[in-house]
């Protein structure tokens, strides 16, 4: 039994895992955008999104650690300069995972994995416990004032 062994294993050992998920991550990084099976696109979903979270942060410590996983320092270099900023107000998924038919030698389902590209907008707030919905509803009643503002102005201009 498997009980709390996360994680796939792809059919492969842990040295070989490591080195593909290294080699998944620089190429995505680099490309913006791979196809691969499902099942690898998953697990590389978990360490393409850590090693941007690690961009975010920015400091040295970070890009050392980033520089464990990923080996090349142009890769890295890019990922601190051009590609962290991007995300810089998203707090997580940053990767895409798009499913395509499957693959004709073998029948496995491919997938493709992308960075996203679209700007972060975060949902409307909900209600807490201890607040008042008058507090809530407050900040909607302002824009037909402001729209009632716009039309007096259009009227004088007429």
């Known amino acids: 039994m498997r009980h709390n062994k996360s994680g796939r294993r792809l059919g492969r050992n842990s040295s070989h895992r490591s080195a593909m998920m290294r ?53 890295v270099a890019k990922l601190f300069d051009r590609l962290a900023p991007r995300y810089q107000d998203r707090p997580g998924g940053y ?12 029948n496995a389902s491919q997938s493709i994995i992308e960075l996203v590209e679209e700007g972060f907008t975060p949902r409307p ?21 402001a729209a009632e503002v716009a039309e007096e102005a259009t009227d004088e201009q007429a």
């Open 23 to 75: 080699n998944m991550v620089t190429s995505l990084l680099d490309h913006e955008r791979i196809t691969t099976t499902d099942c690898r696109a998953k697990e590389l979903r978990k360490v393409a999104d850590k090693m941007i979270t690690l961009g975010k942060r920015g400091d040295l410590h970070a890009r050392r650690q980033v520089l464990q996983v990923v080996r090349d320092s142009k890769i």
């Open 95 to 106: 990767t895409r995972i798009i499913k395509l038919s499957n693959r004709v030698g073998d």
């Open 125 to 145: 707030r909900k209600q807490a416990a201890g607040e008042s919905v008058a507090a809530l509803v407050a900040e909607p009643a302002a824009e037909p004032a």
